[in-house]
């Protein structure tokens, strides 16, 4: 035999033999699934009918000559579902801009603020509690409260 066609004929019967042995692995027998209800005691099977992840390894031990027998089986592990998390809402503190006022001496620029009805003079990267002020400029100021930051447009003085 020519050793091209010898080659052929290896691999196919190679393919073969291990499609047999994985087939012979797989449950896929209609014959031998249990019904899942028995007549007499009528007692519920925990077996998984049908699935292709249930693998058969009853098979017979080729040096021992006899069958083996595993309970579980079963490929699939229980999903833990995670919870939903609440954002909660935060209640910002009143804020109100008014504008900056320039020191003459050090030439430094100063915020003019309201928290909560409380006028205050700040600065930049200035935390006042939990309040920082990142930056502001002539006509608006960006403030960061618990990890969230808004910006604030100046208003008018009542």
């Not at 691999?11 to 249990?34: F, G, K």
């Not at 009853?58 to 490929?75: A, M, Q």
Request: aromatic letters at 8%.
């Amino acid at each position: 035999m020519n050793k091209k066609k010898l080659n052929i004929v290896l691999v196919v019967t190679l393919i073969s033999i291990w499609s047999y042995v994985s087939v012979s692995l797989i449950d896929t027998d209609a014959s031998e699934v249990e019904t899942g209800i028995s007549k007499g005691d009528k007692e519920l099977n925990t077996q998984q009918v049908g699935t292709p992840d249930a693998l058969k390894f009853d098979y017979k031990d080729p040096f021992l000559e006899t069958k083996r027998t595993i309970e579980n089986t079963s490929l699939k592990r229980p999903v833990r579902k995670a919870k939903p998390h609440k954002k909660e809402e935060m209640r910002w503190p009143e804020i109100k801009f008014y504008g900056l006022v320039r020191n003459k001496d050090n030439n430094r620029d100063f915020a003019l603020i309201d928290i909560q009805t409380k006028s205050l003079v700040v600065r930049q990267n200035e935390i006042i509690g939990e309040l920082e002020v990142l930056t502001y400029c002539a006509d608006s100021i960006m403030v960061s409260y618990k990890d969230e930051t808004r910006t604030y447009v100046k208003t008018l003085q009542n």
